[in-house]
């Protein structure tokens, strides 16, 4: 192997990655279509399903709410109470989901969650709940973040699984009536009395604590998974019929939309497609699937790069022979890209530690330049993408000529963790829509979004 074979290499890997500031504006045109199409009908692709959620909170809600949150690596339990001044208190427990359960039967994933419920209830809550009395005493807000058809503020049929789980009897029931069966067999008080999307729960919490008057139009997530909920115009959305829409009209003019926009482009039309891409693709239980989001969040990046150096070295030109760690799949999580994005040493000795950690393999300072470069092409097409998608909706709600600073509420191990992924998605909407609109966007992260949110969502239940 020479040197200029691999940097060769490295080049023609980055180029399949980087997107040119004119595919940012097709996507972002082609954004703007499917969000048409989706809310005008059933069953796209990228499915723009309504939340029944009417009205963002003014950050004077009160009151003690439970949430559970289901949606990735952990099961969570919380106790919230919002104190109507901005803030509130939170009490939560995580609980990693077994691997087995991910892919079992509903009665065995939903029997577990309830279980958890239970468990908090002793541990936290036994003074304020009396399990004996017969009405139900706490609301509970239920995050559960997968592509769900709602059609009322706590019932909604599950549509299709992702992010590695496949309970497969599950998909086209009510998730709401799953969870409650389990909660009234354990004879627990609870009533689920919403069910929020993590996207909707961020959008939520973001307008609740968020600082000054600016009104928050979106709730973003890139974690292990990726999606956004938008505050939309009601008569915008007419798959719900003119019917609905006049009766909704009567207490508010607007609903937040849960885009899945995990979904969007499966065609892969506007945001392109590489080889190692579609090598990840399929191994994951739902091919074809959530496209977009398998080239932006948590669960994937780490898989994308082992496929990368994987296919380095079966050619010769990266490390010296393989490791059973390079051959073994989803062996690296995105955090193994963020420690390498911040690696400025001068021999690159963090990325050295973790390769050789990670992947058992020992490397040159010239083989780790050329991971790191590769890091950053996988990182920056990531956050180019999610900042493409954003500028679409700041597009489709004419939201510059409504607001003068627009908020958006983030939550999710990426956009937390990964270095530099904010500016990354400014670079990418500046090109798009200009600097001095891309300076009127404010970005924040909203903690706990999915807790606060779904006790917000349960006040409005
Ligand atoms: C799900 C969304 C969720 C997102 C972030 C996606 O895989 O389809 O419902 O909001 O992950 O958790």
Redesign the pocket.
Known sequence: MTSSNLTEAVDSICKKFSITDEQLKSISSEYIRLTKLGLNHNGEAMAMIPSYVTATPSGRETGTFLAVDL??TNFRVCSIHLNGDNTYDLLQTKTVIPRNLMVGTSKELFSFLAQKVKDFIATHLSEKFDEDATDHQLKLGFT?????SQTAINRGTLL?W??GFDVKDAVGQDVCLLLQDELDALNLNVHVAALV???VGTLMSRSYTSPGHHTTIMGI?????????YVENLDAITKLGEEKISNLRKNSPMMII?T?W??FDNQCVSIGSTDYDEQVDKKTPNKGM?LF?KRI?G?FLGEILRVILADLCSQKLLFKSSSSELETEWKLDTSALSRIEADFSKNLIATRLLIEKELALESTLEERKAIKTIVEAIGKRSAYLAGAVVAGILEHTKAFEKHGIIDVGMD?SVIEFYPGYESLIREALSAIIGQTKESRVQIGIAKDGSGVGAALCAVVA
């Open positions: 949606g990735g559960f973040s997968f592509p769900v299709r992702t992010k999307n993590d996207t997530i890139i974690g292990t998974g990726t999606n956004c909920a849960n899945e995990g979904s959530q989001e969040s669960m999710g």
